[in-house]
């Protein structure tokens, strides 16, 4: 079992940074790859970014390559998502998720935090 909370949500102007957090606790958090996704209400939750055990790779959609950039830190069980340049269409309800299995599918969720840009 992973336990995870998000927390960094707002509201920020069309232009303007987010950073978004999420801690997590259970399993050991260097033994899994960790994620982000978001969800828009009446649409399927999609892939943000990724990033190994190790940091060593990350994956990120077309559509924040080179805005946003997924970090994390063993020791303290965290991973991060520095969020610049942000858009109205970046509005979205963020998760964090673990993939244990890494297999490339998540296996457990945090609860998420909105993300809201105004125009």
Do not use: H
Not at 74 to 80: F, G, L, P
Not at 107 to 113: E, V
């Amino acid at each position: 079992q992973v336990q995870m909370i998000e927390s960094g949500g707002g509201l920020v102007q069309a232009g303007g940074s987010l950073r978004l957090s999420c801690a997590a606790s259970g399993r050991t958090f260097s033994s899994y790859a960790m994620g982000w996704l978001r969800q828009v209400p009446g649409k399927e939750r999609e892939f943000v970014a990724r990033i190994s055990r190790s940091s060593s790779s990350t994956y990120y959609a077309d559509s924040v390559k080179g805005r946003f950039t997924i970090s994390r830190d063993n020791a303290k069980n965290t991973v991060s998502l520095q969020m610049n340049r942000l858009k109205p269409e970046d509005t979205a309800v963020y998760y964090c998720a673990a993939d244990v299995n890494s297999d490339f599918a998540y296996d457990y969720w945090g609860q998420g935090t909105q993300v809201t840009v105004s125009s």
